[in-house]
């Protein structure tokens, strides 16, 4: 019962580099999310999915991508970091259709030097 | 103005208090969440509410949809309560997007 699973849990990234985060969650939810999370502040969506085959941008989607690519998986892909990613990322999930919880990875923490 | 408002910011308590961390929203809801994040940790959700009460263990969330305010109530509070506490509802014209409150900070002292 892993519930959400999210890969790596740390990285180090040089200016302009490329990186994915995976993230797969075995509860068959529906919607999924991407959030960063900086020092001292809360958390701002980057891009969710409601279902399968759609993404859409959250509050903070410029230098990110994702890819929903089925049910369980949605990944987020940074194509050229910028110091300015160094954050931490969270993966979640949830089925607004039934209690709606909502359930979180462990978290990424990626630096970009 | 936010549209989701926690109070207190910070929280610093004996252990044995009950606490109470409130959350109010000015948009129409279908559901609130209590989350709570300790230090360097990952963020567990508590509660989901849509009306009413609910327990867990130590723990009381409530909600009042007329007031749009909901509250956290810990009993006996213990050190290892101390956490950040986050109130997180879904807006009713989108079940997808959460509107984030800025968090409790809660410490309790020994």
């Known amino acids: 019962n892993a519930g959400v699973t999210q890969t790596p849990k740390f990285q180090v990234l040089k200016t302009g580099q490329s990186m994915t985060l995976q993230c797969a969650q075995d509860?068959?939810?529906?919607?999924m999310y991407w959030y960063r999370q900086d020092p001292g502040m809360g958390l701002r969506l980057i891009y969710y999915?409601?279902?399968?085959?759609?993404?859409d941008k959250g509050e903070v989607p410029n230098g990110y991508n994702v890819s929903r690519l089925n049910k369980r998986e949605f990944s987020l892909r940074l194509e050229s970091a910028a110091p300015s990613q160094t954050s931490v990322y969270f993966c979640?999930?949830?089925?607004?259709?039934?209690?709606?919880?909502?359930?979180f990875g462990e978290g990424s923490r990626l630096t970009v030097l | 103005k936010n549209e989701v408002e926690q109070s207190p910011q910070n929280l610093t308590a004996q252990e044995g208090e009950f606490i109470t961390i409130n959350c109010s929203y000015s948009?129409?809801?279908?559901?609130l969440h209590w989350l709570q994040q300790h230090p360097g940790g990952g963020i567990v959700s508590l509660f989901m509410?849509?009306?009413?009460?609910k327990k867990h263990g130590r723990l009381i969330a409530t909600i009042n949809i007329q007031e749009k305010h909901s509250s956290l109530h810990i009993t006996a509070s213990h050190p290892r309560d101390s956490a950040v506490y986050i109130c997180?509802?879904?807006?009713?014209?989108?079940?997808?997007?959460?509107?984030w409150g800025a968090g409790t900070k809660l410490i309790i002292k020994p």
């Open positions: 509860m068959n939810h529906n919607s």
């Open positions: 979640a999930s949830s089925d607004f259709r039934e209690d709606g919880e909502l359930f």
């Open positions: 999915s409601a279902s399968e085959g759609t993404t």
């Open positions: 997180a509802v879904r807006s009713r014209f989108s079940n997808y997007q959460l509107i």
């Open positions: 509410l849509s009306s009413g009460k």
């Open positions: 948009v129409g809801i279908s559901a």
